[in-house]
């Protein structure tokens, strides 16, 4: 091969980004949510949901739910202060809700703040 052709060939394969892989491609959305004595703070992208949720108020329960069809789901209770993380995998980007109650019963949707992720 001509010495000038090969410092073209190889200038071409420099040239060529490397495949991204799927998680490099994949875009993390952060969201927090609060209602009064509790918020999440979280990040979703297409295969992973991660979620702090801190309870703060002394009477407050808090719950963190997931929906990816009809129901609602709870992925996180927590019902003195502190905080719970969870960290799943998930098929699709769900819709998110943070709730609270003076109760576990009382705080499965009734004083809520939600984020519509896509899904």
């Known amino acids: 091969m ?3 052709m090969s410092h073209v060939l190889a200038a071409v394969l ?3 980004p490397a495949t991204a892989t ?11 949510l609060a209602v009064p004595g509790v918020t999440a703070v979280g990040t979703y992208d297409q295969t992973r949901l991660t979620v702090t949720v801190e309870v703060t108020g002394r009477r407050t329960c808090g719950v963190l739910q997931l929906r990816t ?3 609602w789901d709870t992925a ?4 003195k ?9 998930i098929a699709r980007p769900p819709s998110i809700r943070l709730c609270n ?19």
């Open 2 to 4: 001509p010495a000038m």
């Open 14 to 16: 420099l040239a060529v």
């Open 22 to 32: 799927a998680s490099e491609t994949a875009r993390t959305t952060p969201f927090r």
């Open 69 to 71: 069809g009809g129901e």
């Open 76 to 79: 996180a209770a927590l019902c």
């Open 81 to 89: 202060p502190g905080t719970a993380a969870i960290g799943t995998e």
């Open 101 to 119: 109650g003076d109760s576990l019963a009382l705080a499965e949707g009734v004083d809520c703040d939600r984020v519509t992720t896509g899904a």
